[in-house]
């Protein structure tokens, strides 16, 4: 049963206070590493809001957004890292300093999961929207970098605004996300370079998708790739280089859900001329496909980078994590809608798709247990 607007925003409202309830005790119980210390130390604290805004960043990434944002969070609550605090390995162990900095990467990351539970409860049931919700808990890049004090937890929630707004298009193309859309594509571009891909993508299944004029694609494609200019010319380019292919991207697009999609697929094309009687939601295959494709292609190009100065690392995959997860969730209702009238089909597909969410739930319990994430000491 579907919900109105009021019952699923309290309903999701609630789901975002536990989730940052949980991002919190997260917070205390990781160390601040290298990484996050420098960012903080040298591209935050040690920086002037103008010095943002004109990329006088000494970080790699020079997109402001998220340093304007970590500058205006250490202001709010006075807070700047000490080298006080530092111990074996260049590791923060201070409780405040690593709760307070990682104030925004919790709330962007509580709030892309509270969106993806509002989404589902709003357009499909409560049942989906508990069953998409576990379906992110599982997934490896969300603990990974759910209050790590870098831009990928951002990336993150604005790439799953940027799919559930699609989404909404065609489900609900009397709800005009437009702006919305365009606002996410800008947001994205001055959070990482890295973007372009995904908004190209979306861009072109918009122009495929029809009904939008010249100008509105300009607002969705045109201006981002302008700003993405901008900073592809001032900012140093540095060399990446795949090590490990297979694993960096299988963190971000689970290998075992693989079969599914291929399952879903072919079941939808038979379908196909019931599928009046059988609505689908096949329509986000193309999207996480092409999604896919792009991380898979910028790791395989850098398969043969010669004189890397760094590994290429899942992070920079973090926004296949979504695609993932939409995709599994999306053709997890289709799976269980098209087979309800048989009971034993009905149940094979439930201890199909339960015991692959159990699984990969033990795998990343056994991941992120056996890193030490989130077993260092408070203070």
């Given amino acids: ?65 998220f340093y304007l944002i970590q500058k205006i969070n250490a202001d709010l609550f006075s807070c700047k890292l000490s080298v006080a605090h530092i111990h074996g390995l260049n590791i923060i162990l201070d409780a405040r300093s690593q709760v307070i900095t990682r104030i925004p990467s919790n709330v962007y990351m509580s709030l892309a999961l509270a969106g993806i539970f509002y989404y589902f409860t709003r357009s499909f049931s409560l049942f989906t929207a508990i069953y998409a919700l576990l379906t992110a808990l599982v997934s490896p890049m969300v603990w990974l970098y759910w209050v790590e004090a870098r831009p990928y937890s951002l990336w993150f929630l604005l790439t799953t605004a940027q799919l559930l707004f699609f989404c909404s298009t065609v489900l609900s193309p009397k709800i005009k996300v437009n702006k919305f859309i365009y606002g996410t594509h800008i947001l994205l571009v001055l959070t990482t370079p890295g973007s372009i891909l995904q908004i190209s993508i979306m861009a072109m299944m918009l122009f495929l998708k029809g009904g939008y004029r010249k100008w509105q694609l300009v607002w969705t494609w045109v201006l981002p790739m302008g700003i993405f200019l901008v900073f592809f010319f001032l900012v140093p380019i540095y060399k990446f280089k795949s090590y490990d292919f297979l694993p960096i991207f299988f963190e971000a697009v689970m290998p075992e859900r693989l079969f599914v999609y291929a399952a879903y697929a072919l079941t939808a094309w038979v379908l196909s001329e019931k599928r009046k009687r059988y609505p689908a939601n096949i329509f986000f295959l193309p999207v996480f496909l092409l999604f896919s494709i792009s991380g898979f292609l910028v790791l395989f190009i850098d398969l043969f980078t010669q004189n890397s100065q760094f590994g290429f690392s899942n992070r920079y995959l973090v926004y296949l994590a979504p695609a993932d997860i939409l995709m599994f969730s999306l053709a997890g209702f289709d799976l269980w809608h098209w087979a309800r009238k048989n009971i034993w089909v009905c149940m094979n597909v439930s201890i199909i798709l339960g015991g692959l969410m159990v699984i990969r739930g033990l795998m990343t319990y056994r991941e992120i247990l056996a890193s030490a994430l989130y077993l260092h000491p408070v203070r």
């Fill in 1 to 65: 049963m579907r919900f109105d607007h009021l019952k699923s925003l309290c309903f999701s409202a609630v789901v975002f206070a536990m989730l940052f309830i949980v991002g919190f005790s997260l917070s205390r119980h990781k160390a601040l590493w290298t990484d996050e210390f420098f960012t903080q130390k040298d591209s935050i604290d040690s920086q002037s809001y103008k010095d943002i805004l004109t990329l006088q960043i000494p970080d790699g990434n020079k997109c402001p957004l």
